[in-house]
């Protein structure tokens, strides 16, 4: 129970990865907001079937308005926000595209989810945090950004911006001890990923074959590192991108 009484906002949360870490910051105590564009009362369901209470917020986090009033509502339910894990963000349904394919739109949409939403929630639980003198932020990257993995290049791109991000933030939030990390998933599992058969035959075995443990990757797998630097254990530590993917790259 690290985080007993904490307010956590997941974005993206409904399902895969922001669920299982949502689940997993419930179960070490915290009040769990679950944000999601699609269905949020679906990982509150979820939620509710292991015990835990949960708050559903539809959000976009490409909108600022609609970020406005996932802060509003998680403080009208809860009176604080103490940790934001960022990790809404267009992943599981993109295809595999040569750069020259990709178009402009392409890109703009992925960076302004991936990249910009980032942005938005984080200068929202600003005013927030910084008067609590006291607050965690942990964006999810991907280890992608440390290969360059091919086909990917908008992907990438937003995510190697969200890494640049963790570490310039880091330097703003730290005196009013505010702490920013990022996690970098492996290839993982999830529901969205396995349902793109395109994508899970070109990387879920390659994944597994660049690790020193040489196995698939769950969401459950990412959620622990998660829960670690939200709570007090991680008390020091700021500005640093943790892979969690079973030892594929070293940085």
Same mark, same amino acid.
């Given at each position: 129970m690290r985080l007993r009484d904490k307010v956590a906002i997941v974005t993206g949360a409904a399902t895969g990865i922001g669920l299982a870490i949502a689940s997993k910051l419930a179960r070490e105590g915290a009040k769990v907001v679950v944000a999601d564009i699609r269905d949020p009362a679906r990982g509150v369901s979820? #939620? !509710? !079937?292991?015990?835990?209470? &949960?708050?559903? @917020? =539809?959000?976009?986090? &490409? $909108? =600022? =308005?609609?970020v406005e009033e996932m802060i509003e509502a998680t403080l009208e339910a809860y009176g604080a926000i103490d940790i934001? @894990?960022?990790? /809404? &963000? %267009?992943s599981h349904e993109i295809q595999l595209t040569?750069?020259?394919? #990709? $178009?402009? /739109? =392409?890109?703009?949409?992925?960076?302004s989810v991936n990249t910009v939403g980032v942005f938005l929630c984080c200068r929202a639980v600003s005013p927030i945090m910084r008067a609590q003198k006291s607050g965690r932020i942990i964006n999810i990257a991907s280890g992608t950004a440390f290969k360059g993995a091919p086909f990917l290049l908008h992907? %990438? !791109? $937003?995510?190697? /911006?969200?890494? $640049?991000?963790?570490?310039?933030? /880091?330097?703003e939030f730290g005196g009013d001890n505010v702490l920013v990390n990022a996690v970098a998933p492996g290839y993982t599992l999830s529901e969205g990923n396995l349902a793109n058969t395109e994508f899970l035959a070109f990387y879920r075995k390659a994944a597994i074959d660049s690790r020193a443990l040489p196995r698939d990757a769950y969401p459950e797998d990412i959620s622990g590192a998660v829960a670690f630097l939200a709570s007090d254990d991680a008390g020091f530590i700021t500005g640093q991108i943790l892979a969690v993917d079973g030892g594929s790259v070293y940085h």
């Open positions: 979820a #939620l !509710a !079937a292991e015990g835990f209470p &949960a708050l559903a @917020v =539809e959000a976009d986090v &490409a $909108s =600022e =308005e609609s934001l @894990v960022n990790n /809404a &963000a %267009i040569p750069f020259e394919k #990709l $178009s402009k /739109a =392409e890109f703009d949409r992925m960076l992907y %990438i !791109a $937003s995510k190697g /911006a969200v890494m $640049s991000m963790t570490r310039s933030l /880091a330097r």
